[in-house]
């Protein structure tokens, strides 16, 4: 196939206008401002249109909350436990449901779907595709990044029960108590001594050998809390959300986290978690921490994705940085970027075909998308 005339956003910031694409065998073979089509081969003028790598959501709960096939339908929460490490998204995820077809018609082509937040530690998030015929046709990594969640979540849920932790002041010492003997049977097993099994101590192995990082659910009165955390395991961390980073934009800047904002279609009143300062999100790619933007779908809709991104642009930041949040950027947060996220000659051919550019124009549609070279959807 050929994608030509094309004005070609990489996704690593730098443009190609106009540009063309060649893929074959679903990967992406050769780039240039020309091509000649081959004999027989598929070509898509794409004159006047816009082409992006496919977007990448580092933040979701697609399929394993799925509203579009019943309200009250949560398989991602296992709130029976708050140091729940062991559960792993990948099992709970409907490979049927409505919200990857959204996923589709939005140009979104990776998903990262995360355990819930209702407990202290949440479980295991999984990465997958968002077409195929099958779910183990669709993953891409089962065990990706280790959830935690602070603040007001899990105080919810287990302060409703009168158990631990049902305010703030327990978070720190139970992650702290539960990593301290996670690491002790770590370094056991690692120096082939016997342990007793434990599951839950079991999911975090690879967080200590520094394979899977700790993706933790925080917003402004958390934020402090998940960088000392992340410091006292020494691991890779993202923080998720992040609403009311402008508070403490140089603990952040220092502490060199990844950062999943959003989402930002809520309106900022007081209380926990309402202030939504998508200017945060500017300071903070302007001192070179990689940010992405994310939907938390389907709590609000995959549908508004590249709206929060545009939401962003209105509070000042470049619309070319935008793209790149939702684009290479997610793909290396979640440790993917080798082969997506990007237009590069030997990646995957995850492309995304719009009518004008997304976050800048407001009109701008998906016209096509492929994944793997495979038209996965069609205006």
Known sequence: MLIKNAHI??????????????VEDGFICEIAESLVAKPGE?????????????????HSHIGGMDFSYDR????????????????IAFYSINPLSKDFDSCRRMGITTLMVCPGSGSLFNGIASIVKTSGDNLAEMLVREKAACKIALGGNPILTYGS???????????????????????????KKEKGEKVDYNVDFEATLPVFRGEMPLKIHCTQYDIPTAIELAKFVGAAFSLEHVWGASDYLEDIIEAKPYVCFGP?????TPGEARKIDPEALVALDQAGVCCS???????????????????????GLDYRRAIVMLTLNPAIILGIDDYVGSIEVGKEADLALFSGIPCLEVAARVEKTWQKGKLVYEA
């Open 161 to 187: 029960r009168s158990q631990a932790p049902s305010t703030r002041m327990s978070i720190p010492p139970m992650a702290k108590a539960f990593f301290s003997k996670a690491r002790d049977y770590y370094e």
């Open 42 to 58: 598929e070509v898509v003028d794409a004159r006047g249109k816009v082409l992006l790598p496919g977007l990448i959501d580092a």
């Open 9 to 22: 956003f990489i996704g690593n910031g730098e443009e190609l206008n106009p540009g063309s694409v060649r």
């Open 264 to 268: 930002m279609g809520s309106l900022t």
């Open 293 to 315: 933007i994310i939907s938390d779908s389907p709590i609000i809709a995959v549908d508004s994705l590249i709206q929060h991104a545009g939401e962003a642009v209105r509070q």
């Open 72 to 87: 009250e339908l949560d398989d991602l929460n296992e709130m029976t436990n708050p140091m729940s490490a062991a559960p």
